[in-house]
């Protein structure tokens, strides 16, 4: 068992930044992979960013890359989101998600991953 909560959403305005934590606890040594989702009201959760937990390696959303990163803290086994030039169309919700599984699905599909987060609000003013 993974469990995993996200913080640090919040109401920003245009252009600002917001950093995202997600902190995971219970069985952390079988996770291989984290991501980040986001899901706009009434739309499809999306992928924004993923971690290869064994590899260090980080793989984005190609619309969201030039303006979002992803790193871990390996000694908190905590992942974090740090989001730049925010703009009002990445208001949603943003989930963190986990992998103990190894699967077909790529890293940027749902099914990936097996344990999320409850979501933290980003709220983007104009």
Do not use: H
Request: aromatic letters at 14%; glycine letters at 8%; charged letters at 20%.
């Amino acid at each position: 068992q993974v469990r995993l909560a996200e913080s640090g959403g919040g109401l920003v305005q245009a252009g600002g930044s917001l950093r995202l934590s997600c902190a995971a606890t219970g069985r952390t040594n079988d996770v291989n992979f984290m991501a980040w989702f986001r899901q706009p009201a009434g739309k499809e959760r999306e992928f924004v960013a993923a971690f290869n937990w064994g590899a260090e390696a980080t793989y984005y959303s190609s619309s969201l890359k030039d303006r979002f990163t992803t790193s871990r803290d390996n000694a908190k086994d905590t992942l974090f989101l740090q989001m730049n030039g925010l703009r009002t169309e990445d208001t949603a919700v943003y989930y963190c998600a986990a992998s103990t599984v190894y699967n077909r699905r790529s890293y940027d599909q749902m099914a990936r991953y097996n344990y999320w987060g409850q979501g933290t609000q980003v709220t983007v003013s104009s």
